[in-house]
């Protein structure tokens, strides 16, 4: 039962991954579309935030298989 568990945890953890890609776009893209000169310095932004969503939930794929 504990390996189950895991695995719906993670799939939970996944699924908060995805929404919050989804917000981190949706904002850079409306506020590129509100201000088109500022995209150099929104886009380096968008993509660290992406890049630390991403993380997190190859970080909890790791935590359910190893707990």
């Known amino acids: 039962m504990d390996g189950s568990l895991n695995l719906?945890?993670?799939?939970?953890a996944?699924?908060?991954?995805?929404?919050g890609v989804?917000?981190?776009?949706?904002a850079y893209?409306?506020?590129?579309?509100?201000?088109?000169?500022?995209?150099?310095i929104l886009q380096?932004?968008?993509l660290l935030?992406?890049?630390?969503?991403?993380?997190l939930a190859i970080l909890a794929l790791v935590f359910a298989f190893v707990l």
């Open 8 to 12: 719906i945890g993670y799939g939970l």
């Open 14 to 19: 996944s699924i908060g991954s995805a929404i």
């Open 22 to 26: 989804g917000l981190i776009f949706s």
């Open 29 to 40: 893209i409306n506020g590129v579309a509100r201000q088109p000169e500022a995209q150099r």
């Open 44 to 46: 380096p932004i968008a």
């Open 49 to 55: 935030g992406f890049a630390l969503a991403e993380a």
